[in-house]
Each structure stands twice: as C-alpha cells, then as structure tokens.
C-alpha cells in the first residue's frame, strides 16, 4: 500500500474516531483537513511514492467555499426552512390531527394511521425532522396513551413517520444531494415521491394489520364517533389548506414552471399567508422563526463548507482512485457493489448523522456507481432510504432522542428501541423493492420530462 493511500486511511479513521469525543462535527472536518495539508506535504517530500501529486490542489478550498456562497440551488435551503418553520407554528397539524382522528376512530389502530397520514403531510410540506417528530410526539402520543395503545407501536409510528420528511419532497437532503454529485433537483424531488409514499402505505398496512391481529395493542378510539358527511367534510377541510400550499410548491416544480428554488420561495411565502389568514402570524412568530431558520442554515452551510474542505483534501491524497479501487475490485458485479455501498452506509448510519454522510460518502461513491452504468437520479434516491434509517438506528438515531424528549411519563428509552425495530424492517424492504424496481424512482422523471 503506498503512502497516499494509509494518510487517507487515516485521514478518514480520526474523522470516525473524533466523532466520539461529541466535537462539533464541522470544526472536526475543518480541523482535520487542516493539519492534513502540512502532513501529506512533508510526505510528499520524504516518499518517492508521493511524487507527481500536486498540492497547489489544496488552494482550491477557497474558491470552492465561494462558489458554494453562490450557488442558486442552496437557496432553497433555508427558504424550505422557512416554510416548514412558519407552517408548524400556523397550527394546521393540529386541527388536522383533531379531524382526522374522528374520521379514522372506529378503526383499529386509528390513531396511529391519522399520526401517520398527518407526517405524510407534515413530511412534504416542512422537510424537518426534528420539528416533525416533536409535533407528532405532542399531538399524537398523549391520545394513543390514553386509549391504550402499546407504548412501541405508539413511539415507533411517530419517529418513523417523522423520518419521512428526509426522503418527500421538497426535502433539504435531495437538494445537497443534487447539489453534491450534479444532478437535477427536480429530478430527486420526481423520483423519491413514489418511493416515499411506499413507506407510508408499508406504515399504515403495518399498523391497520397489528390492529386487527391484536386488538389490545391498537384498540379502537374510546371516544369514536360515527363518520358521516359532516365528519368527512371537515376532515378535507382541515386537510385542504396544506395539500394547497404542497401543490403549489411540488406542482409549480414538476410542471417546469418553477425551479426548486423559486419553488421554495413560493412556499415561503404560503406558509406565511397561511399563518396569517389562521391568525398566528405575530412579530414575535417571525421574529423566532427567523433565528430558528438562520441558526439551522448556519448549521447545515458550516457542514457543507468544512466537508468540501475535508473531501478536497481527501480527494488530493488520492481518495477518489483508492475508494474506486476498492470498490471494483470486489468479487461481485455492478449490482452487487452497489448493495456493499448501501450495506456500509447502513452500518455508518448508526454512528453518523445523514449530513455527513450526504456530504462526504455519496460524492466519493457516485461516480463509482455512475462509472458502472447506474443512473444517478435513482442512486441518490435508494441512498436517500438508505439514509433515512439512519434518524431511526440507535445509537445515534435522532429521531430517538428527538421523541424522548417529550414523550409522556413512563415510556423509556427501550419502548422506543423497540419500537422502531419493526419500521427499521419495513424501509429495508422498501430499500430492497426501489433496488430491484428502479421503475419506481425512474418512471415520474421520464413521464413528466418526455416530449
């Protein structure tokens, strides 16, 4: 092995092993490339192995941050940000949640699909996890508790349906996705709605069989009442105003009449109308959702920036060619290579968060997978449910801690785990199903864009 090769070894071991000290995780990107540059530059002097690499590569930092500062497409960050923000403090979840669950309370395990219908919808309309479990988890959990609900079916409903918000669009990940390895967001945003909605229908045929197979873990809503048209009218009421701004948004995207970051816009600013015209819209809500939303584009750029860092760096040492390497040089085909991709990047998914894993494994694998005649669109979104479990897989599932936060008295931390286990099972088969029917994820891009 030449010696390019063990400083990216272990240029990438000390970046999983400073994990574990809870540094922030950009400054441990930063940091590393940092003392890399002056490293490899004194190797490149002492080994001959180290000849012909030029190191004027590592003065590209600086030009890349920049065209990162300029990059139309990352506008639709914090403007996606903003929509999700303002939306969860409209109270639209709320009174579609109270609605929903007259319409579902005759039946088994209604509870827990009304939670999972109003994350779907919270889902393609906020693109927040952390805001999308916490609400569920305030809205739902107290009314699944009180009608008897078991206590992981309860914790695994809401923080799997709070994950889906990183896989439907519009969603914050497909935009660094397609901003990482060149591809077209609006194609992401057309290939991950079918998927994403497979996951959700897995949820709800889940929950509806448990609850006919096992009436004491998802009984029947203590105070149902009967549906009529009156119950149903005000369900697609409550319904109507967030599938609206959806619309709007998704519409106006894969109709060609908007990008996704003029599309981002306009949800922006429907959520706001929409906070207005429900009367929540005060200084002070957009006084908070303006710090929230500039403290998470902080967070999610100072990522962006100090990864570019660390993946140039990393790219200089020659990691581009060694992971090439060994990834071809596996005794498997194309599709088997791609499986150990997104074996490895599940097994990375319980010790790293999907941030940087987006931003740092999916570049140096893509044109791997590229180079063996895999469309990209439909790569990045199997990643993308691939990732998903990552918000979901102890230790470092933050879906996890997101809900334990506030959950009721007398759930532990083992309901959750436990909990989850079963829809951990249910996306791996929904990663299994887009893996062997790329259909799925190909099929809307082609439809829509075909002359």
């Known amino acids: ?223 149902a009442e009967p549906i009529s048209l009156k119950v149903i009218f005000s369900a697609l009421s409550a319904a109507l105003p967030t599938a609206a701004l959806i619309i709007a948004v998704l519409g106006s995207i894969f109709m060609g009449i908007a990008t996704p970051t003029e599309a981002s816009g306009v949800g922006a600013l429907g959520a706001t109308i929409l906070a207005f015209a429900r009367g929540k819209l005060t200084l002070e809500v957009v006084r908070e959702v303006g710090r929230e939303t500039t403290k998470t584009t902080a967070f999610i750029f100072a990522l962006i920036i100090c990864a570019t860092a660390f993946s140039l760096i990393l790219r200089g040492l020659g990691g581009d060619e060694l992971i090439e390497k060994a990834l071809t040089s596996l005794p498997f085909g194309p599709s088997g290579i791609v499986i150990a991709i997104l074996v490895v990047t599940f097994i990375l998914g319980f010790f790293l968060d999907w941030i940087e894993l987006t931003l740092i494994i999916l570049p140096l694998v893509a044109p791997v997978v590229s180079a063996l005649g895999f469309d990209l669109v439909w790569f990045a979104v199997l990643f993308a449910v691939c990732l998903q479990t990552s918000f979901l897989t102890p230790p470092v599932g933050f879906a996890l801690f997101y809900l334990k936060g506030v959950v009721p008295k007398g759930i532990h931390l083992i309901h959750i785990y436990r909990g989850v286990v079963p829809f951990i099972l249910l996306q791996l088969l929904g990663l299994a199903i887009v893996f062997w029917m790329p259909s799925i994820v190909t099929w809307l891009p082609k439809v829509v864009y075909s002359p």
Do not use: H
């Not at 579902?104 to 906020?126: D, E, I, Q, Y």
């Open 1 to 223: 092995m030449e010696v390019n090769e063990i400083l990216v070894l272990i240029m990438f071991g000390m970046f999983i092993l400073l994990l574990f000290t809870g540094f922030p995780v950009a400054w441990v990107l930063c940091g590393i490339s940092l003392v890399f540059v002056p490293v490899a530059m004194l190797a490149d002097e002492w080994f001959d192995a180290f000849i012909g690499i030029d190191w004027n590569y590592a003065s590209l930092v600086v030009p890349r941050m920049w065209d990162i500062m300029t990059n139309w497409v990352l506008v639709a960050l914090p403007m996606f940000i903003f929509m999700g923000l303002m939306l969860d403090r409209s109270g639209t979840a709320e009174d579609l949640m109270g609605n929903l669950v007259r319409l579902f309370g005759r039946v088994r395990g209604g509870l827990a699909v009304t939670v999972t219908f109003v994350g779907l919808l919270l889902a393609a309309s906020t693109g927040i996890i952390g805001a999308s479990v916490v609400l569920l988890a305030v809205l739902g959990m107290p009314m699944m508790m009180r009608d008897g609900y078991s206590k992981e079916l309860a914790c695994g409903t809401v923080a799997s349906t709070g994950t889906l918000g990183i896989l439907v669009p519009p969603s914050i990940m497909l935009v660094m996705m397609g901003d990482r390895i060149g591809v077209s967001v609006g194609d992401l945003f057309l290939g991950a709605v079918f998927p994403g909605l497979m996951l959700a229908g897995f949820y709800v045929t889940y929950i509806l069989s448990l609850g006919y197979l096992r009436a004491d873990i998802a009984p029947v809503s203590k105070d």
